[in-house]
Nanobody
Framework: QVQLVESGGGLVQPGGSLRLACAASGRFFSIDTLGWFRQAPGKQRELVATIIRDGTTNYADSVKGRFTISRDNAKNTMYLQMNSLKPEDTAVYYC?????????WGQGTQVTVSS
């Protein structure tokens, strides 16, 4: 069983930056796929970014060039650096770890982009 705890959300003005962190209760395995998702009010949860063991990343078109996903295996933590934030980035952000076809989710952290 893996537990994930997110942190770093909050209120930021348009154009600002935030860094989200997701700490795992145990060490990352090399097979793990790590990802960030988000869900805005009234909308379905959507993929933001993923990273696999060799460091290959994938991003939603809406965040390319603005967000960066990374992982620190020594700290069992993944990050999402979010720059040039827009009001449409407002959502609850969730981290996910996929291992042996099983998904583990964090509890979510609110990100609000507003002036």
């Amino acid at each position: 069983q893996v537990q994930l705890v997110e942190s770093g959300g909050g209120l930021v003005q348009p154009g600002g930056s935030l860094r989200l962190a997701c700490a795992a209760s145990g060490r990352f395995f090399s097979i793990d796929t790590l990802g960030w998702f988000r869900q805005a009010p009234g909308k379905q949860r959507e993929l933001v970014a993923t990273i696999i063991r060799d460091g290959t990343t994938n991003y939603a078109d809406s965040v390319k060039g603005r967000f960066t996903i990374s992982r620190d295996n020594a700290k069992n933590t993944m990050y999402l650096q979010m720059n040039s934030l827009k009001p449409e980035d407002t959502a609850v952000y969730y981290c996910k770890l996929q291992r042996f076809s099983r998904d583990y989710w964090g509890q979510g952290t609110q990100v609000t982009v507003s002036s």
